[in-house]
């Protein structure tokens, strides 16, 4: 398998942001629906491009796998087949794009390594608070070259803990039904239930102890894989509601320290058995 140097990954995903936040801070707020999604193709994709370029001359034998608003797909045969060896990144250039169209900051990058279904490196970068957030499989998660841990809490009860929704969540009935339901128990449970910004930045919140907990159902893997590698490398869990394996394809997640983890666990399989 091929070896990255961690830091040249992050200097790379840093000059991208540099990028982006230039553009954040000088374009208006995008308003309409149809608008949005035009100017999220725009800018997102030119950041996407600028970086599988970077990381394609650097790492050829790695392929790159993009996620089209919702239709994970190899963006042509070359790197589906560099994919098919095990071997390829994700990258959500900006995960928050209704954040960033409207000039909120609370957007996020993230890379990921996967190597064979399993995410082996991941960084998530807010550009605007100049915070970079990585972890290493077996080598621990750190923000700006700290190592992080989560938090101490032994449960969830009367923590600050998070919450979102997959882009067109409304289209899945289902996820729909299962976020109401999970948010009806778990408000009596906390001091707060908050959605504070893109949801791989949520994640990189639990991993260093900011939030205690994190929940979502549906189906965002690239969104939510690299995160779950960080909270795993901060000591925590980061696991689908049912207890099993969080991986791409997964349609829910529950990220907390151990003993949180286990509280909502518990909570929130109470909210889909009613």
Not at 84 to 109: K, N, T
Not at 144 to 169: C, D, K, L, M, W
Not at 217 to 246: M, S, W
């Amino acid at each position: 398998m091929t070896a990255i140097d961690t830091e040249e990954v992050l200097a790379l995903l840093r000059e991208a942001g540099a990028g982006l936040c230039a553009t954040f801070w000088r374009h208006e707020p995008v308003m309409e629906v149809d608008e949005m999604m035009t100017a999220f193709r725009r800018i997102d994709g030119a950041a996407n491009a600028g970086l599988k370029r970077a990381l394609g001359r650097r790492y050829p034998a790695i392929g790159w796998l993009e996620d089209e608003l919702g239709d994970t797909v190899a963006e042509d045969a070359e790197t589906a087949a560099l994919a098919e060896r095990g071997e390829y990144w994700i990258c959500d250039a900006i995960d928050g794009a209704a954040q960033f169209l409207r000039a909120i900051p609370s957007w996020s990058m993230s890379l990921t390594l996967m190597r064979e279904g399993v995410p082996v490196f991941s960084a998530i970068f807010d550009a605007v608070h100049d915070e970079m957030f990585h972890a290493g499989w077996g080598h621990g998660a750190y923000r700006n070259g700290e190592r992080i841990r989560v938090n101490g809490r032994a449960s969830h009860y009367q923590g600050i803990v998070a919450t979102s929704q997959p882009p067109f969540a409304g289209r899945d009935r289902r996820a729909v039904r299962q976020a109401g339901a999970a948010l009806s128990v778990m408000l009596p449970d906390v001091a707060a239930v908050r959605s504070p910004g893109a949801t791989s930045l949520q994640l990189a919140y639990v991993a260093c102890g900011r939030l205690d907990g994190y929940w979502q159902f549906g189906d965002d893997g690239f969104n939510c894989i690299g995160g779950a590698l960080l909270v795993r490398e901060a000591g925590g869990h980061a696991t689908q509601v049912d207890g099993k394996p969080y991986g791409l394809g997964a349609l829910s997640m529950a990220a907390a320290a151990p003993g949180a983890h286990a509280s909502m666990l518990l909570r929130l399989r109470q909210a889909l058995e009613a």
